[in-house]
Nanobody, 115 residues
């Protein structure tokens, strides 16, 4: 089993920045892809960004140029740097990690972008 713990969410004004962290614990050997997803009220959960164990990244079009995903394999932690935040970025952000054929989710961290 892999446990994922997100942190770093909060309230920020439009144009501001936040950095989310996702720390993996438990059976962390051979964790492969890690990613961030988000879900707004009444909407489906959507992909924000993913990063492979080798550092290859994929971003949703809506966040390209504003968000940056990274990972520190030594710390088993993934990060999401979010800049130029917009009200439409308001959502619960979830971390997801893959290990073998299994996928694991964190409990989520709430991000609210509002003036």
């Amino acid at each position: 089993q892999v446990q994922l713990g997100e942190s770093g969410g909060g309230l920020v004004q439009p144009g501001g920045s936040l950095r989310l962290s996702c720390a993996a614990s438990g059976s962390i050997f051979s964790i492969s892809t890690m990613g961030w997803y988000r879900q707004s009220p009444g909407a489906q959960r959507e992909l924000v960004a993913v990063i492979s164990s080798g550092g290859n990244t994929v971003y949703a079009d809506s966040v390209k140029g504003r968000f940056t995903i990274s990972r520190d394999n030594a710390k088993n932690t993934a990060y999401l740097q979010m800049n130029s935040l917009k009200p439409e970025d308001t959502a619960v952000y979830y971390c997801k990690a893959g290990r073998g054929s299994s996928w694991y989710w964190g409990q989520g961290t709430e991000v609210t972008v509002s003036s």
